[in-house]
Each structure stands twice: as structure tokens, then as C-alpha cells.
């Protein structure tokens, strides 16, 4: 059985834990493809090299879900050729047997226009940068809120702008906001709207 879903929204909304949880629940496999532009933008070199010869070895740093990974991500995604370079990829990821999850900022717009499912998961910007900041350790967290807040800012601005493929809900996505939702509503939600299109 092929079945794609396509979870999209700006960074730290609740697209990891939910599109983690549809997977399990449902056995399919997932695909944080975030991670693809994490590790092109911590490769270093040139980017669509490095983007065309990525390999797993890169895909299993420890360092990709740093701040710093996160803004080397957002301006290596801005390049055209960086990003076709990565289709081939998710396409043929998304269309595997047993259903497949994939989350990012264009897979329901770009790379998978077709999803049986399309959800994008949003939240305030305050809140996400809230949310993030605790996940880098809180207090405690090299980073404060503020230099949290600024960045998750300049991301997302430079994502909604750039010209290929910006982060933008697909006409049929059905929009989730999580700002003042806990995660297991958000999951519910979520696993209702994919049982019912099973
Ligand atoms: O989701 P995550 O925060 O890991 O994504 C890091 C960056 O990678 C995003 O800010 C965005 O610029 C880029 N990205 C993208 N398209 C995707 C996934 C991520 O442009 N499908």
C-alpha cells in the first residue's frame, strides 16, 4: 500500500512529535526531511555538492539539531539547485510500500502534491521559541529566550519568502494550531484526520 502524509509548518510548531506518533501509530515510516538541509548547511563546501553527494554518515551527526544547524539549514534551502537536489529523495521516500510520513516546509506544496494526507501544524511565534528554548535546556541553555525568539524569527521569515518553494500551507492542508493545544490533543487530531482517510 503507498499512503503519503505530508505534515509541513515553521520550526518547533509540533510537526517532529506528531509526525513521529502518526508513523508509529500507523507503522509507517517516517522522514524528518529537515534533517537533509541540516546536514547539507553542517557539511560546509559548496552546497549543492554537497547536497548531491549526501551519504547516511552525514544524516547521523550529533550536532544537527543545534540552533547553529538550524540557520545553516534555512540559507542552504534557499538555493534552487540545493533543493532539487533532495527531491528525488523524499519523492521516492514518500512513495515507498507501507505508507511513509514526511515532514518539513514544501512537501505538501512541492514534493508531494498528491498526499492522500496534508496537515500544517503552526503555533505563535512566542510560543515555539518558548518551546525550543526549554528543549535547549531552558535557564540553563547557552542561548536566552530573546536570541531563541530573534532566530526562530529570521528562519521563518527566510523561509515564507524565499522564492523556491516557500513555506506555505498547501490549498487542501488541513491547519492544526498547536499554540494552545497539549501534544496528545494535537497526536489525536492528527491520527483521527489520517484513519479517516484510510
Ligand atoms: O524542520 P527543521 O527545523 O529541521 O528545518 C531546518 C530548515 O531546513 C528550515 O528552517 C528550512 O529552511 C529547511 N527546510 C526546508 N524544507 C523542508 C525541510 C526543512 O526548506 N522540507
Redesign the pocket.
Known amino acids: 500500500m503507498k499512503f503519503t502524509v505530508a505534515i509541513d509548518g515553521p ?1 518547533a510548531a509540533g510537526k517532529g512529535t506528531i509526525s513521529r506518533a502518526v508513523a508509529a501509530r500507523f507503522g509507517f515510516e517516517h522522514l524528518d ?3 537533509l ?2 546536514a547539507v548547511g553542517m557539511k560546509g563546501g559548496d552546497p549543492v555538492l554537497s547536497a548531491r553527494s549526501l551519504v547516511p554518515a552525514d544524516l547521523a551527526r550529533d550536532d544537527l539539531r543545534s540552533l547553529a544547524a ?1 540557520q545553516a ?2 540559507q542552504v ?1 534557499a538555493l534552487p539547485e540545493v533543493r532539487s537536489a533532495l527531491t528525488a529523495f523524499q519523492r521516492d521516500f514518500a512513495r515507498r510500500d507501507g505508507g511513509a510520513v514526511l515532514d ?4 505538501g506544496t512541492v514534493i508531494c502534491p498528491d498526499a492522500e494526507v496534508k496537515l500544517f501544524v503552526t503555533a505563535s511565534a512566542e510560543i515555539r521559541a518558548r518551546r525550543r528554548w526549554l528543549e535547549l535546556g531552558g535557564e540553563a541553555a547557552f542561548e536566552t529566550y530573546d536570541e531563541v525568539l530573534a532566530q526562530v524569527r529570521e ?1 521563518d521569515d527566510r ?1 515564507m519568502n524565499r522564492s523556491d518553494a516557500p513555506l506555505r500551507p498547501a490549498v487542501d492542508a488541513v491547519m492544526v494550531d498547536t499554540s494552545d493545544m497539549s501534544i496528545e490533543d494535537a497526536v489525536a487530531f492528527a491520527v483521527a484526520t489520517v484513519s479517516a482517510r484510510l
Open positions: 520550526a526531511t529537515g534533517l538541509y541540516r538550524g539549514a534555512s534551502a518539513g516546509r514544501d512537501i528562519r523561509d
